[in-house]
């Protein structure tokens, strides 16, 4: 049996300019301290409603979880999602 997992938020009309500028300043921060560490930097970042997704390939399983911790660790995130994938070894 499979699962669908449901991170949708309603968000008002009014408060969706608030909102769209809030996750283009978490987008910010998080893509700056992700450029500070070379493993991480080419990561791709998109904020929905303080939900960051974290795209791309990393070297290792570490720098995964690194970026993961990045990320939750920048104010205004709610949580994180992961969908990184790790790169090959000779790739």
């Not at 300019?17 to 809030?22: E, G, P």
């Not at 893509?31 to 930097?41: G, P, W």
Request: no cysteine.
């Amino acid at each position: 049996m499979q699962s669908v997992k449901n991170d949708l938020q309603v968000v008002a009309p009014a408060a969706r300019k608030v909102v769209d500028a809030k996750d283009e300043d978490i987008d910010k921060a998080v893509t700056a301290r992700l450029s500070k560490d070379a493993q991480v930097k080419s990561v791709d970042v998109r904020t929905d409603a303080g939900v960051v997704t974290l795209t791309g390939e990393v070297p290792s399983i570490v720098a995964s979880a690194k970026a993961s911790e990045m990320a939750r660790n920048v104010p205004g995130v709610k949580s994180v999602k992961n969908e990184l994938t790790v790169r090959q070894a000779g790739k």
